[in-house]
């Protein structure tokens, strides 16, 4: 199996294959499609974050000094 990456996007629902990845591709022939992009925000990061804070307490400031 063969992987070719390039940067798209998408609009109508429809994604654009650059004209140098087009020529390598042959036609009747099936593929296997990943979609990667950016989530809007990234709430899981921030949950994380917020959740590990909130066990947080004053006592635990001893292990903060060198």
């Not at 798209?8 to 499609?33: A, G, Q, W």
């Amino acid at each position: 199996m063969k992987a070719i990456e390039f940067k798209s996007s998408i609009k109508n629902k429809k994604i654009t294959i650059p004209k140098n990845v087009d020529e390598e591709l042959l036609t009747d022939r099936d593929v296997k499609v990943i979609i990667l992009f950016e989530e809007a925000n990234d709430s899981f990061d921030e949950l994380t974050v917020s959740q590990f804070l909130t066990g947080y307490d004053e006592v635990d400031a001893i292990y903060d000094e060198a």
